[in-house]
């Protein structure tokens, strides 16, 4: 971390104790993978908007608990709920290393995260991190996915197709077409 960086750290009240701690921070984001999830039980239309295309998009929808018991990697996988904090007032144990990559700004608390955090020192990890941006993690995804949401504005040729790529590699979890824009039963779209 550049030492311009700690000077800011200090003037905004970080004592020069933790100075070593927000270095090493900086230096273990080279060896940290994160994945991130949506963690509202139903859909978001916003998150869609802000990560899929509403024509031809899908959803992922699994549990915290499918999410731990699918990854069949060597990697350890650390799951953390993001906390979303009012960075000016809120502080961060950057002893804490999971707390450190598991927060965000109180703006993004629509997103209700969950992460799985890896951590690592192996150096071919580390470098597989700086190159791709990440690592592939294996899971099963039988066990990982309860079901695939596809786009709400999907033309009528696309849920086939999903369906049928989900048979042809023998997957067992369903597909269904977002209901997010489907009218409610009895709703004429007048208020009464």
């Known amino acids: 971390m550049p030492d311009k960086n700690i000077d800011e750290l200090k003037q905004q009240g970080y004592d020069t104790e933790n ?17 991130c999830w949506h963690g509202n039980k139903g859909e978001s239309d916003g998150m869609r908007k802000l990560y899929s295309d509403n024509v031809f998009g899908i959803a992922v929808q699994s549990t915290y608990r499918k999410l731990k018991e699918s990854d069949t990697s060597p990697l350890d996988v650390t799951f953390a709920k993001v906390e979303y904090l009012d960075y000016e007032n809120d502080y961060i144990d950057p002893s804490k290393s999971d707390r450190m990559y598991a927060s965000k700004k109180q703006s993004y608390s629509h997103e209700q995260e969950i992460r799985g955090l ?20 294996e899971v099963d995804l039988n066990k990982l996915v309860t079901k695939i949401i596809v786009a709400p504005q999907a033309p009528s040729w696309y849920l086939p197709t999903i369906v049928e790529l989900i048979g042809k590699y023998n997957f067992t979890f369903n597909c269904e077409q977002s209901k997010l824009y489907k009218i409610p039963f009895g709703f ?5």
């Open 19 to 35: 100075r070593l701690i927000y270095k090493e921070f900086y230096s273990r984001r080279q060896m940290t993978a994160i994945s």
């Open 118 to 137: 890896i951590f690592t020192t192996n150096q071919k990890t580390c470098d597989d991190i700086k190159k791709n941006g990440g690592i592939l993690v």
């Open 188 to 192: 004429n779209g007048f208020a009464p």
